[in-house]
């Protein structure tokens, strides 16, 4: 975890000073033994989305998809056939996998699933474009960095931003001191468009779903309807509520902002306090504050609404003596304290981050740079650890410290969570 952090704040340094992720050559005509075969494992969502982006490159071939609800399956291969592309069709990833001809693979299955998919893509010889968060757990972060390291495959993790040009443009400023001491970084997501989850029973699996290959190494409960698909998402078995889900991009950018490293403690409060008895086990509420030497950055959520702080839905403000700096996915601008600096007006984004992140990734199969990354295994580790301290106080109602020497916290309730349970004879990886 220190070389996964060193490389962290590395490529925090690369994003603001620009890197290469910019780059616009233009297209020119690629040779079939130039092509870029690709495969994607979990295509129902941001799966399918990451696979469109990939395909806006010349260079890349799609050529298996692999999902365990064949529904999903025959959909997306059907939507391929209109546009004149054959692929193989897998419910199991593993024998995809198995396909030497395949040079890389996209990951956008469950959170639980992240680890192990991306661990025996690596062994399989696969440069790899894995979902946020990375691990369902901190154990599976380290795990998957050791994986990267081990196999020294590219391992570019789907946290888009770090490929828009804004959000690099307000980190800098940031960087630049104009805002003086920053004492308080904010994050925060408020999720009008989120609903109460209804309490709905038990039911059948689906046919054409391979539920037991779905659950994997989570436990294994009678199938519902509320787990399966987006809502997996708010059950602890298979992900980490808002804090995993939008938490991982916009804290990202508060450590960044800040060339932050673990925090020393962490506490947080929230609850079910919108849908006390709907069906979601996350909160749809929290406060998580993480303390840092000289300043805090602090976290909320809440669903069901859209009255954040600044009056936007989403974003991260960076609050200084001399000015508080604003930044969320439309823009940023600085709102100046009285009589210490100017206001910024609002700087607007100009371009699209998932298709500049998925250039990035194939420029970097090419060119096999791993420092060029936007966002590399080590960093979205880094990342998805940190929300999971966050979600770690929240579980244990304790205010926790993290012992950067043993990379563990000083209390035994909170290190039994470092850990996700593994089930149906699955193990937790071992990277020799």
Same mark, same amino acid.
């Given at each position: 975890?220190?070389?996964?952090?060193?490389?962290?704040?590395?490529?925090?340094?690369?994003?603001?000073?620009?890197?290469?992720?910019?780059?616009?050559?233009?297209?020119?005509?690629?040779?079939?033994?130039?092509?870029? *075969?690709?495969?994607? #494992?979990?295509?129902?969502?941001?799966?399918?989305?990451?696979?469109?982006?990939?395909?806006?490159?010349?260079?890349?071939?799609?050529?298996?998809?692999?999902?365990? +609800?064949?529904?999903?399956?025959?959909?997306?291969?059907?939507?391929?056939?209109?546009?004149? #592309?054959?692929?193989?069709?897998?419910?199991?990833?593993?024998?995809?996998?198995?396909?030497?001809?395949?040079?890389?693979?996209?990951?956008?299955?469950?959170?639980?699933?992240?680890?192990?998919?991306?661990?025996?893509?690596?062994?399989?010889?696969?440069?790899?474009?894995?979902?946020?968060?990375?691990?369902?757990?901190?154990?599976?972060?380290?795990?998957?960095?050791?994986?990267?390291?081990?196999?020294?495959?590219?391992?570019?993790?789907?946290?888009?931003?770090?490929?828009?040009?804004?959000? *690099?443009?307000?980190?800098?400023?940031?960087?630049?001191?104009?805002?003086?001491?920053?004492?308080?970084?904010?994050?925060?997501?408020?999720?009008?468009?989120?609903?109460?989850?209804?309490?709905?029973?038990?039911?059948?699996?689906?046919?054409?779903?391979?539920?037991?290959?779905?659950?994997?190494?989570?436990?294994?409960?009678?199938?519902?309807?509320?787990?399966?698909?987006?809502?997996? *998402?708010?059950?602890?078995?298979?992900?980490?509520?808002?804090?995993?889900?939008?938490?991982?991009?916009?804290?990202?950018?508060?450590?960044?902002? %800040?060339?932050?490293?673990?925090?020393?403690?962490?506490?947080?409060?929230?609850?079910?306090?919108?849908?006390?008895?709907?069906?979601?086990?996350?909160? +749809?509420?929290?406060?998580?504050?993480?303390?840092?030497?000289?300043?805090?950055?602090?976290?909320?959520?809440?669903?069901?609404?859209?009255?954040?702080?600044?009056?936007?839905?989403?974003?991260?403000?960076?609050?200084?003596?001399?000015?508080?700096?604003?930044?969320?996915?439309?823009?940023?601008?600085?709102?100046?304290?009285?009589?210490?600096?100017?206001?910024? +007006?609002?700087?607007?984004?100009?371009?699209?981050?998932?298709?500049?992140?998925?250039?990035?990734?194939?420029?970097?199969?090419?060119? *096999?740079?791993?420092?060029?990354?936007?966002?590399?295994?080590?960093?979205?580790?880094?990342?998805?650890?940190?929300?999971? %301290?966050?979600?770690?106080?929240?579980?244990?109602?304790?205010?926790?410290?993290?012992?950067?020497?043993?990379?563990?916290?000083?209390?035994? +309730?909170?290190?039994?969570?470092?850990?996700?349970?593994?089930?149906?004879?699955?193990?937790?990886?071992?990277?020799?």
């Amino acid at each position: 975890m220190n070389n996964s952090r060193r490389s962290f704040i590395r490529s925090a340094s690369a994003l603001v000073a620009g890197a290469s992720l910019l780059n616009t050559l233009p297209l020119r005509a690629i040779a079939p033994s130039d092509k870029i *075969r690709i495969g994607a #494992i979990g295509i129902n969502g941001m799966g399918w989305s990451d696979l469109t982006a990939l395909l806006k490159n010349p260079e890349v071939e799609v050529v298996a998809l692999c999902d365990v +609800d064949k529904n999903v399956l025959d959909k997306r291969i059907a939507e391929l056939a209109k546009r004149d #592309i054959k692929v193989k069709g897998y419910t199991d990833y593993r024998k995809l996998l198995e396909d030497k001809s395949i040079d890389a693979v996209v990951i956008g299955s469950p959170d639980h699933w992240h680890c192990l998919m991306m661990t025996d893509a690596c062994s399989a010889g696969k440069d790899v474009y894995v979902e946020k968060p990375v691990g369902n757990s901190i154990i599976e972060c380290a795990t998957m960095v050791a994986a990267q390291q081990r196999y020294n495959r590219v391992v570019q993790v789907g946290q888009w931003q770090r490929s828009q040009q804004h959000f *690099r443009d307000a980190i800098s400023f940031v960087h630049s001191g104009q805002l003086g001491q920053v004492r308080l970084v904010k994050a925060w997501a408020y999720m009008g468009w989120m609903k109460s989850i209804p309490v709905v029973a038990d039911g059948p699996v689906p046919e054409g779903v391979d539920y037991k290959a779905w659950l994997g190494p989570a436990e294994t409960r009678p199938f519902n309807a509320n787990r399966f698909h987006f809502n997996f *998402r708010w059950y602890w078995d298979y992900a980490g509520g808002l804090m995993t889900d939008w938490g991982v991009h916009l804290l990202d950018y508060a450590l960044i902002g %800040m060339k932050s490293s673990n925090p020393k403690s962490i506490m947080a409060a929230g609850g079910k306090f919108a849908y006390p008895n709907d069906a979601a086990q996350t909160p +749809d509420t929290l406060t998580t504050v993480y303390e840092f030497d000289n300043y805090n950055i602090q976290w909320e959520q809440a669903t069901g609404i859209d009255g954040g702080p600044y009056g936007r839905t989403h974003g991260i403000a960076f609050i200084g003596n001399n000015g508080t700096l604003v930044l969320d996915r439309g823009g940023w601008e600085v709102i100046p304290e009285k009589g210490k600096m100017e206001a910024v +007006d609002r700087k607007p984004s100009v371009d699209k981050g998932l298709d500049l992140h998925a250039k990035n990734f194939v420029d970097v199969i090419k060119s *096999r740079k791993m420092s060029d990354l936007n966002c590399p295994i080590s960093a979205g580790a880094h990342i998805a650890s940190f929300a999971q %301290m966050g979600n770690i106080a929240f579980r244990t109602g304790k205010k926790i410290y993290w012992n950067e020497g043993k990379q563990n916290f000083t209390d035994s +309730d909170a290190n039994k969570l470092l850990a996700a349970a593994y089930h149906n004879g699955y193990k937790i990886p071992k990277i020799g």
